[in-house]
T-cell receptor, first 109, second 112 residues
């Protein structure tokens, strides 16, 4: 079955603390994974895609095929990181996305 | 560069009516995807259009349909509206040479 799991609905951290938003997937093919972010009253926007292996706004994510995970990490959280984060899997052939249910990150001052 | 646009922003209908939602992709993008974001259900894939054809659909009844026009804009039609169709409907577009989708702001459909 094709599935993306984000186990935490809400994650609260203090400013300056490390952040890890978890994402696990179930997929029989070669996974293409993404992280999208939705700030308050804004549209869903691409944060990271695993194939690019880049760091955006201090966030990184590594694909671990053995653990079928694609966790999003940032060493020092900022208040402006507060948002809804979605992990998505692109299905081969159709490129449609299977989304996780999202994690709301709250960075406390 | 203009992003994906959707209209209307909000739509209020009553049960049994039909709703039409519109999407304009980023220039140069030929694929359009529709997703439903209902409360408590997350983002669910609805439909994929590419080069004017429906290429794939999600697990939704046939009363969800749509089309893609020659300029690659798209319409989503929902017939015989039910209360549970109340949701945010997101449109996304993709360029042929990439698997990255770019999302519009959504249309919030409320069925009374």
């Amino acid at each position: 079955a094709q599935r993306v799991t984000q186990p935490e609905k809400l994650l609260s951290v203090f400013k300056g603390a490390p952040v890890e938003l978890k994402c696990n997937y179930s997929y029989s093919g070669s996974p293409e994974l993404f992280w999208y972010v939705q700030y308050s009253r804004q549209r869903l926007q691409l944060l990271l895609r695993h194939i690019s292996r880049e760091s955006i706004k201090g966030f990184t994510a590594d694909l671990n095929k053995g653990e079928t995970s694609f966790h999003l990490k940032k060493p020092f959280a900022q208040e402006e990181d507060s948002a809804m984060y979605y992990c998505a899997l692109s299905v081969e052939g159709t490129y449609k996305y299977i989304f996780g249910t999202g994690t709301r990150l709250k960075v406390l001052a | 560069e203009a992003g994906v646009t959707q209209s209307p922003t909000h739509l209020i209908k009553t049960r049994g009516q039909q709703a039409t939602l519109r999407c304009s992709p980023i220039s140069g993008h030929t694929s359009v995807y529709w997703y439903q974001q209902a409360l408590g259900l997350g983002l669910q894939f609805l439909l994929w259009y590419d080069e004017g054809e429906e290429r794939n659909r999600g697990n939704f009844p046939p009363r969800f349909s749509g089309r893609q026009f020659p300029n690659y804009s798209s319409e989503l039609n929902v017939n015989a509206l039910e209360l549970e169709d109340s949701a945010l409907y997101l449109c996304a577009s993709r360029w042929t040479g990439s698997d990255t989708q770019y999302f519009g702001p959504g249309t919030r459909l409320t069925v009374l």
